[in-house]
């Protein structure tokens, strides 16, 4: 399976009416896990850089619920880059794939949902340990 196929695309329905925008995000149904942490960022800038990280465990979906932002998405061989821009639009990364997150609006919020509660431990943060461990299986 491609790197695309493996990092879908997720849009969400607007249920929204004319008293405004309703998008809703549920775990196991539109999300393809169970959500157990919730973080966002923002007040990022154009030059800052996020995620340069891989995960053994969490997979993530990412969404801008405001502003806008790019995430590029590569496991060494493939590599694609994504522009969140519309809040009703996530991008879903499985374990052991590498992600950058940049080129942030001053308005934008990035939401990320994750299936793993926080552990420091199973993050990859060298590029080139993450090769190689992916070089083992």
């Keep these: 399976m491609n790197l695309k196929d493996r990092c879908p695309i997720i849009n969400f329905k607007d249920l929204g009416d004319e008293r405004g925008k309703l998008v809703v995000v549920e775990g196991n149904e539109t999300i393809p896990f169970d959500i157990k942490r919730i973080f966002y960022i923002y007040d990022s800038d154009s030059t800052i850089i996020r995620g340069q990280h891989a995960n053994r465990e969490s997979e993530f979906v990412l969404i801008n619920v405001a502003g806008k932002s790019k995430v590029r998405i590569t496991d060494g061989k493939e590599e694609f880059i994504v522009e969140l821009n519309k809040p009703m639009m996530g991008v879903y990364i ?3 794939v590498w992600k950058d997150m940049y080129d942030f609006s001053k308005d934008s919020v990035l939401l990320v949902l994750a299936n ?6 199973e993050y990859i943060r060298d590029f080139d340990e993450y090769i190689k461990e ?4």
């Design 94 to 96: 499985p374990r052991m």
């Design 116 to 121: 793993t509660h926080y552990d420091g431990s």
């Design 134 to 137: 992916l070089n083992k299986k």
